[in-house]
């Protein structure tokens, strides 16, 4: 189990979005899920928190990890679970 806070940006129809929450699933991290498609006003406050538009758009406390493929080549450097908290 992470001891870090993990915040992702999601939306209904995204893949990517499914795909990230997925990965922290398999490995046992709880995470805070804000739906900019259904929460008036996240798009917003994603896009000045992150710079970006896309979804999803992950952080790690206050890191910003960016999206699914940055959050994936986080994993395959073997990065991601220090930035969670796993190592």
Do not use: N
């Not at 992702?8 to 997925?22: L, Q, R």
């Not at 929460?39 to 538009?53: I, K, L, T």
């Amino acid at each position: 189990m992470s001891d870090k806070m993990v915040t992702i940006y999601t939306s209904a129809v995204c893949p990517f979005c499914h795909w990230a929450k997925d990965l922290l699933h398999k490995k046992s991290v709880a995470y805070d899920e804000i739906r900019i498609d259904l929460e008036q006003g996240q798009a917003e406050a994603m896009v000045q928190r992150s710079g970006r538009m896309s979804v999803p758009q992950i952080f790690i406390g206050d890191h910003h990890v960016g999206g699914y493929d940055d959050m994936t080549a986080l994993d395959r450097k073997g990065e991601l679970d220090s930035l969670l908290g796993l190592a």
